[in-house]
């Protein structure tokens, strides 16, 4: 079966991108197993690498114990999931499952969620978890995230190696439809895990796959940003919920007039996937802001400034 890490391995390697791609993810589980450290570009480039195989079969692929090869299936099971070792090694985790009994991982929706934030492992608090990169791995594990997740990738990357330019309106779908279908508990994990260095830092802004989702080859006006969602239905709903649950109050102790962050943060969430799609400004803060400027904007000045302030100044995000 294609879910075979050998026979999706051979699949791989007859394709030239994927194989790239492969043989990158190979020297950074050699680097690993040799205790070596990685500069940051190296685990930048390790990182991407793996996200790049999101349309693969090789991400999701399974070893069985009494299959042939066995050895060799694994190797390359780990190949892929090299990033999840620092993690993981001191723990008791998904990882057997994922390799010898994956159902009962697959339904067991409370236990996932519980993995992201190392409620079962105490030892996940060390300086080697990269929270984003596990909240990733616990989606993979659910059948619906991994599924959604795939799909909005696998749209959202196409044209990336070739001047072709990416289908941003059938990327925004896609993951309006990741954000809508899969439970919080995901969605949110991977939107919002906290990060203490810039490689979990690039995952998270990365979420999304900026490069389609979120920017365009010059930044637009913000005013133009606005005309593009009052024409769209969705768009316009979503911009309503959100200045609506997002209205910043000084007074209040959380910054929101509503007294409810939860509702904002899911507002927000809403917006990924419109034209007024948000992200995070870098992989070194929690700032987000939208892909646009209020330069040249004339007399609008201020309320361009105003559109660009729902994000950036905004104290209840």
């Known amino acids: ?67 042939k090869r066995q050895e060799h299936c694994l190797r390359i099971f780990w190949t892929v999931h090299s990033s999840m070792t620092d993690a993981e090694n001191n723990c008791e985790s998904p990882l057997p499952s994922t390799v010898a009994n994956e159902e009962h991982w697959k339904t067991d929706y409370k236990k996932l969620a519980a993995l992201v934030s190392g409620k079962n492992c105490s030892q996940l608090a060390g300086d080697a978890t990269n929270p984003c990169l596990k909240a990733t791995h616990v989606c993979n594990l659910s059948k619906k995230c991994f599924r959604l997740r795939t799909d909005y990738a696998s749209i959202c990357t196409k044209g990336a190696r070739s001047e072709d330019v990416c289908d941003r309106r059938k990327c925004h779908r896609g993951l309006r439809n990741f954000f809508e279908k899969v439970p919080e508990d995901f969605t949110k994990s991977i939107l919002f895990c906290p990060c203490q260095d810039e490689f979990c830092g690039e995952r998270r802004r990365k979420t999304i796959v900026p490069d389609c989702s979120f ?27 959100f200045q609506q649950n ?60 105003q559109i660009l302030g729902m994000f950036e100044s905004n104290k209840c995000l």
């Open 1 to 67: 079966p294609s879910s075979d890490c050998v026979v999706a391995e051979q699949l791989c390697l007859s394709d030239s991108t994927c194989n790239a791609t492969y043989r990158t993810l190979e020297n950074c589980a050699l680097a690993k197993t040799r205790l070596l450290s990685l500069d940051h570009d190296s685990r930048v480039r390790c990182l991407n690498a793996e996200l790049d195989l999101g349309n693969s079969s090789l991400l999701h692929c399974k070893c069985h114990r009494r299959m």
């Open 215 to 241: 920017q365009y080859n010059t930044k637009p006006n913000c005013l133009w940003l606005l005309d593009s969602c009052l024409e769209d239905h969705i768009c316009k709903s979503r911009l309503a919920d």
């Open 246 to 305: 997002c209205q910043p109050v000084d007074v209040s102790p959380d910054g929101c007039s509503l007294h409810n962050h939860a509702a904002c943060l899911q507002a927000y969430m809403g917006m990924i996937g419109t034209p007024m799609t948000p992200n995070y400004v870098s992989n070194s803060s929690v700032e987000v802001s939208l892909w646009c400027t209020c330069e040249n904007s004339g007399n609008q000045k201020e309320k361009c400034d």
